[in-house]
């Protein structure tokens, strides 16, 4: 496995198309790193100095969000953090 170099981006909006152009393979490397056991629990995020949350979701709703996230061509995580957003602001905007 190559390590995939991650550029300095000059707008959030390159960099969002970056990992979109890239997310197949980013997702091959994270599949892999967990098979081999070489992940560790929000290590990302602390290496970038990030918040985390860890967010446990009932096994059916799950399965639904792959399914919907499949009918949409997206990927599953994009899609539940989307969902979230939305649930969010929606929420904000109700208050």
């Known amino acids: 496995m190559s390590q995939i170099e991650i550029p300095d981006f000059a707008s959030e ?7 979109f152009e890239n997310q197949e393979q980013l997702d091959d ?12 629990v929000g290590t990302a995020a602390r290496l970038a100095n990030l918040p985390t949350a860890l967010v446990e979701i009932d096994k059916n709703h799950v399965e639904i969000a ?22 969010l602001e929606q929420d904000a905007k109700a208050s």
Do not use: I, N, S
């Open 13 to 19: 909006a390159e960099e969002a198309a970056w990992w």
């Open 29 to 40: 490397d994270f599949l892999k790193a967990a098979e081999e056991g070489r992940l560790g």
């Open 66 to 87: 792959r399914q919907q996230a499949e009918k949409r061509g997206v990927q599953y995580h994009a899609y539940v953090t989307t969902l979230l957003h939305q649930a």
